[in-house]
């Protein structure tokens, strides 16, 4: 990269026609420095991120409706998520306990209290479990960074949860597999 910049320098100075030769060669240094960046998703956005968190920290903005994990100083994926809707919302710090594949669903007493209908238990894998096919449970009681359902995909976006994080299930698993147990998260209103 120094070698590009002083031959940019050289060339300027030289007299040699640097508009857009130059207006080239940085663009392809900015492409290749986000070409670096992991990019195997469809509907995330590489983002600028505050400089002043660490990177492999999670980062909930509940009034955005997303979730970035920062890849980098000053550098953050960004994800689409539904929050806790209202009267359910937290804030703080807590960090990642676990990480589950397909894992199963026993709705918490508060959610079997406002819907009686649900069953006690839907196994992981299966089409009606709300947790879909990852999930990130947090050290701050019953509560995760999941999937969804397909039913449930058009609530991403939206205050919709009793406490979790949803994400579209392509998004979790992203997620995942970037994340370690122990990794820090944020939420912030």
């Given at each position: ?26 663009a392809t240094v900015v492409g290749l420095g986000v070409a670096a960046l992991p990019q195997d998703a469809n509907a995330r956005n590489i983002v600028s991120f505050s400089p002043h ?62 819907h009686p209908e649900l069953p006690n238990f839907i196994r992981g894998g299966s089409p009606r479990n709300p947790m879909g096919v990852r999930a990130l449970t947090l050290s701050s ?49």
């Amino acid at each position: 990269m120094r070698k590009l910049f002083a031959f940019l320098r050289r060339s300027h100075t030289a007299g040699a026609p640097t508009g857009t030769l130059q207006a080239f060669l940085m663009a392809t240094v900015v492409g290749l420095g986000v070409a670096a960046l992991p990019q195997d998703a469809n509907a995330r956005n590489i983002v600028s991120f505050s400089p002043h968190v660490a990177p492999g920290t999670v980062v909930i903005s509940a009034g955005q409706r997303r979730l970035f994990y920062v890849v980098d100083t000053g550098v953050a994926i960004s994800y689409p998520v539904a929050v806790p809707k209202r009267g359910k919302e937290w804030s703080g710090a807590t960090s990642i306990e676990g990480k589950y594949v397909n894992p199963d669903w026993v709705p918490p007493a508060v959610v079997k209290a406002d819907h009686p209908e649900l069953p006690n238990f839907i196994r992981g894998g299966s089409p009606r479990n709300p947790m879909g096919v990852r999930a990130l449970t947090l050290s701050s009681g019953e509560v995760a960074i999941h999937g969804t359902t397909q039913r449930m995909r058009a609530s991403i976006g939206t205050a919709a949860s009793y406490g979790c994080i949803r994400m579209l299930n392509e998004d979790v698993s992203d997620l995942y597999d970037r994340v370690d147990v122990g990794s820090p998260v944020m939420m912030t209103r």
